[in-house]
């Protein structure tokens, strides 16, 4: 049983108990011996090791162990024990005192630094320590107290290692390590097959790395193990189990052109544990939205959907939503996907009926879901009743659940739908809502919330490439290797996209080939050669069909962003048509619009079409865009068309385009030569014969320069041509106001809100028109209120506040200095402002009508009472909620919703019950009651709109700053002048305006 002598110096003395059990001597180097096998010696020494005090009484110790001998046998062999096992570790290793025996000697322990990674945290190597259940099979007849102990010993340990394998499992998922934690699930379930949250963990770890049919035959495993013990599984086995065999695959069914390798998940770790790690905040109570932006082939889609991936298998709600490319002029197209996918989970249907109303007019779908009819409002009024709705969708899922909601390639949203989300978004309140959005760097690809973090995708660098070729095959270990990885990294730029159409390429032109889990290369030179001219590109481009090659080869050949009207004369097609195209190259990520005007996605991309073109291709297109922009008079047009028309090699064409550049030029006033000119339109790269030509084939006249102009009659009729075509040249003058949107009727607020614009002769609108627009009625009854004067922007001006101060009917005009006035169209005022009346009440036992609203109440006293009011509104459908508040307290806080109000509606009596607590300071209060038609209450109260993403008080404006006069005008007629803020429709940015707000005042005396 035992090998004596091995008690060097330099040894240090194991005790092994997980997963095995023996006493090692280990030397200096990695050998060692084993002191002991099972048996009591053994069993003695780690039992001792394992007190705190590492004592205990002899006592004791032979009830432990020898528990079916007489305490005198028992005694002896307890001292035969000892003395074996000094001579193993020395004299001194173990000690008595008294009664007591002591193990002295200090002993590694697997045990103990098993317990110590446990409490320090350090799960990764206590899951390295633990080798197997502590003690197994490890019998001592006789030795009963001593089996017992074990057994709870072994039962504590093993609980300590699952808690800790379950964590690191969870963080090698959060980390993207699929093939790890799959490993350690799969060990932490043999080791204990009864222990059902290990085979959960089984399944999570395979749902998660997409394998689906491993997970599909793990979930059968699990059933058929189930089974054969005759158990029931527990609830969440059960949908564990469903959820594995109802697993898609990896990519949702709508992913584009699957390529045929999917690489690991590579370069992206921190970002996949950020998204992954702030789940559990959300699901803490929180809300968080992270938008992934980066260029096309970056991996935005694949790293959401691998988050996405990871949360549905495990267990999480999480919703897919993609943008579609052709959704992207479609209005609400992509918000009615979103309604459609959310409205029929569980908790929608908490909603109330007029949120239900709006998503069925948003998706008619949701009808089979809720029992309503469709809301028929539109315009503005449609789009302020849908986010109200999906406000309260939103909240009412989250109320039930945690909700991670994806939404993939926000850059085809259509703008109202992106509206709808960012209100909806900045409305909802902290509820257990994670949104990711993804899109390309594009002005429109973002929701861009308050709230917003953002995770900007950086290409893959060398590395990383290297790392995902690996994850396919291993790259030989030759010279060669490192170079084909920097080629491959360098002419991608590190876009996954770009990396694997490459290897695809090498691998379908049999450059590349994976053999036996290595990659091997066929003709290096070739393969070298195929990555660094960008063959892939040229391999899509071919792919393209003739229209859509035609309008990138325009695009590549330009030299700046063309505007569509030039590509539609260019290419000879209408606008709509033109659009078509461009929209499919964008999806291509070939082409990409800024603003009205587009461009190749890359330069790389125009090199690589131009030089795929024939001669002659390329020869008319540039004609074709030479042409398009010899259209116009305007300098730096004129000089675009002159040198595609040259680069066309058309020499009379550019003749002619130049001989109307030069006198444009002179008009303007500009002295250069003739040659300077010419080389200045040409560009410097032209070489200077060019120049020299263009320069002298200008007709004499135009190759006189002013001051050299000696007889009077040329310079007469010099002059004329130059007037002439100085008009052209000059840009257009303002000449007019005009009203794009008229307003139509006032319900004291004029709508809709009168757009006006200044514009040239021919109605063009000046977009440089920076003016100041003023508006006035033309009779001199009724009056105006709101914003009278605008600076236009762009050209234009929304006058979206005025209100009408009386009886109509009224006509508005708008006028500019210097400019024809314009005016509208005379139309009526259906009536005041809204206004709220108190008719009478009795509150804590007093009378109160409109002449007599003083109450008088002691301090600290309940106010209470019923009022009867009657209120006026002209706006249509919109929502307008009944609120009070008191002029004392937290004004945050001591207001309350009274009721809905239906409008429109003219002296419309209405109840309200009003209950407050009266201040403890004597003095002078007031209670306002007032109406508006805003989402909620405190809107109002703090004088914000709606669209606003929340209330901003102590700015001034909330209704208990109102000044002595404007409660008396609330008295006297029922409504406030006050100010909201509110967004400004053309910068987007919060701004206060006047706003008049229905009200009414009880006056507080308190004693
Ligand atoms: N980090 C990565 N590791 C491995 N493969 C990746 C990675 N990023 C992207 N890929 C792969 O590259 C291809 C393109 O990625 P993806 O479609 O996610 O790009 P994208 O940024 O969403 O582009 P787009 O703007 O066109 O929507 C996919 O096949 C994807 O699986
Ligand atoms: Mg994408």
Redesign the pocket.
């Known amino acids: 049983m035992t090998d004596p002598g091995a008690a060097e110096t330099n040894t240090a003395f194991r005790l092994v108990t997980l997963g095995s059990a023996s006493l090692l001597a280990v030397g200096s180097g990695t050998s060692s011996k084993t002191l002991l096998r099972p048996g009591k010696p053994l069993a003695l020494l780690i039992y001792l090791a394992s007190l705190p005090e590492k004592t205990a009484s002899r006592g004791h110790l032979i009830n432990l162990l020898w528990a079916d001998t007489d305490p005198e046998h028992g005694l002896r062999t307890l001292r035969q024990t000892i003395f074996q096992i000094r001579q193993l570790l020395g004299d001194d290793s173990v000690t008595s005192s008294g009664r007591d025996l002591s193990l002295a000697l200090p002993l590694e322990f697997d045990r103990d630094e098993f317990l110590g990674a446990v409490s320090r945290g350090d799960t990764e190597r206590a899951i390295a320590i633990y080798k197997g259940p502590f003690l197994p099979d490890f019998g001592v007849p006789g030795g009963a107290e001593f089996e017992q102990w074990a057994d709870r010993e072994r039962d504590r340990l093993q609980s300590a290692y699952v808690r800790s394998a379950e964590s690191v499992v969870r963080s090698r998922l959060d980390r993207g390590q699929y093939d790890l934690a799959i490993a350690e699930a799969r060990r932490l379930r043999d080791f204990d097959p009864a222990l059902e949250s290990s085979w959960r963990l089984v399944l999570e770890s395979l749902a998660s790395s997409g394998d689906r049919t491993a997970a599909i035959s793990e979930a059968e495993e699990l059933e058929r193990y189930l089974a054969s013990e005759d158990r029931d599984p527990e609830n969440l086995t059960r949908s564990a189990i469903a959820r594995a065999k109802k697993l898609q695959p990896l990519a949702p069914p709508d992913e584009p052109a699957v ?1 045929r390798l ?7 770790d921190r970002e996949f544990s950020r998204l992954t790690s702030t789940w559990a905040v959300v699901k803490s109570g929180h809300f968080r939205h992270f938008h992934v932006a ?1 260029p ?7 790293l959401l959907r691998d988050v996405f991936t990871r949360l549905r298998a495990s267990g999480s709600r999480a919703v897919w939503i993609g943008a579609l490319a052709g959704d992207r002029n479609l209005a609400y197209g992509l918000a009615s996907d979103i309604v459609g996918r959310i409205g029929q989970l569980s908790g929608a249907s908490g909603i109330s009926t007029a949120a239900a109303s709006s998503l069925i007019a948003l998706n008619p779908k949701l009808s089979s879901s809720f029992s309503a009819t469709a809301d028929r409002s539109d315009g503005e009024e449609a789009l302020r009743h849908r986010v109200h709705a999906l406000t309260e969708l939103l909240e009412a899922l989250a109320d039930e659940t945690p909700i991670a909601l994806f939404i993939d ?1 926000m850059h085809w949203s259509d703008p109202v739908s992106r509206q709808l989300l960012k209100s909806a978004f900045s409305r909802i309140g902290d509820c257990r809502i994670f949104l990711v959005t ?1 899109g ?1 760097k594009v002005p429109d690809g973002n929701l861009n919330l308050a709230a917003t973090h953002l995770i900007s995708l950086e290409p893959l660098d060398r590395d990383e490439v290297k790392q ?1 070729l690996s994850s396919f095959a291993c790259l030989p270990d030759i010279p060669f290797s490192e170079e084909f990885v920097s080629t491959l990294h360098e002419h991608t730029g590190g876009s ?2 770009l990396i ?1 159409e490459n290897l695809h390429l090498a691998m379908e032109r049999g450059l590349l080939e994976m053999k036996d889990g290595d990659w091997s290369y066929g003709n290096r030179a070739s393969l070298i050669d195929a990555m660094s001219r960008g063959d892939v590109l040229e391999e899509r481009i071919r792919k393209l069909d003739e229209q859509l090659y035609r309008m990138l080869l325009l695009l590549s050949v330009a030299e700046e962003p063309v505007p569509v009207p030039v590509m539609s004369s260019a290419s000879g097609r209408d606008q709509s048509d033109v659009e078509a195209s461009l929209a499919l190259l964008e999806q291509h ?1 070939l082409a990409v619009s800024s603003g009205s005007e587009w461009r190749c996605s890359h330069d790389s991309i125009a090199e690589t079409v131009v030089r795929m073109a024939y001669p002659q291709e390329r020869a008319q297109a540039h004609h074709a865009l030479g042409a398009a922009r010899f259209q116009s008079s305007y300098l730096p047009h004129l000089r675009l068309a002159i040198r595609h028309l040259n680069a066309s090699g058309d020499r009379d064409k550019t003749r002619e385009a130049f001989v109307h550049a030069v006198a444009i030029a002179r008009a303007a006033g500009d002295r250069r030569s003739n040659l300077q000119l010419a080389t200045a339109m040409l560009g410097e790269s032209i070489p200077s014969e060019t120049a020299n030509r263009l320069a002298a084939s200008l007709p004499l006249s135009n190759r006189i320069s002013l001051p050299t102009v000696m007889r009077a009659g040329f310079v007469a009729i010099l002059l004329t041509v130059i007037g002439l075509l100085a008009f052209r040249a000059m840009p257009a003058k303002p000449v007019q106001v005009a009203i794009t949107t008229q307003p139509l009727a006032a319900n004291a607020l004029v709508v809709p809100p009168p757009v006006v614009e200044i514009q040239d002769r021919k109605g063009r609108r000046l977009q440089r028109a920076v003016d100041t627009i003023t508006v006035e009625t033309v009779e001199a009854k009724p009056g105006l209120i709101g914003t009278l004067a605008i600076a236009a922007v762009g050209g234009r001006a929304v006058f979206n506040d005025l209100s009408v101060d009386g009886e109509g009917p009224v006509q508005l005009r708008f006028k500019v200095k210097g400019l024809k006035p314009a005016l509208s169209h005379r139309f009526n005022v259906t009536g005041t402002n809204p206004t709220l009346r108190l008719i009478s009440g009795v509150v804590n036992g007093q009378r109160i009508d409109a002449s007599h609203r003083t109450i008088t109440v002691n301090r600290g006293e309940t106010i209470s009472g019923d009022l009867l009011l009657h209120y006026t509104s002209y706006w249509g459908s919109a929502s307008v909620i009944l609120g009070a508040t008191a002029t004392w307290g937290d004004r945050k806080k001591n207001f309350v919703d009274l009721a809905p109000l239906f409008t429109p509606a003219e002296n419309q009596p209405r109840r309200a019950h009003i209950t407050f607590t009266a201040p403890e300071t004597p003095g002078i209060y007031h209670i306002v009651v007032a109406f508006d038609a805003e989402g909620n209450v405190e809107d109002f109260m703090s004088g914000t709109n709606w669209r606003m993403p929340e209330p901003i008080w102590n700015d001034g404006n909330d209704i208990v700053d109102w000044t002595p006069e404007q409660l008396t005008q609330a008295k006297a007629r029922g409504w406030v002048q006050s100010k909201f803020v509110q967004i400004d429709n053309a910068t987007g940015k919060p701004r206060t305006d006047p706003h008049p707000v229905a009200a009414t005042v009880l006056d507080v005396i308190v004693r």
């Open positions: 390529p999917v690489a690991d998940l590579t370069g992206r980066a096309p082939g970056f991996g935005k889609s694949r390639d993804s390309r995902l996954p996209l694997l990520a």
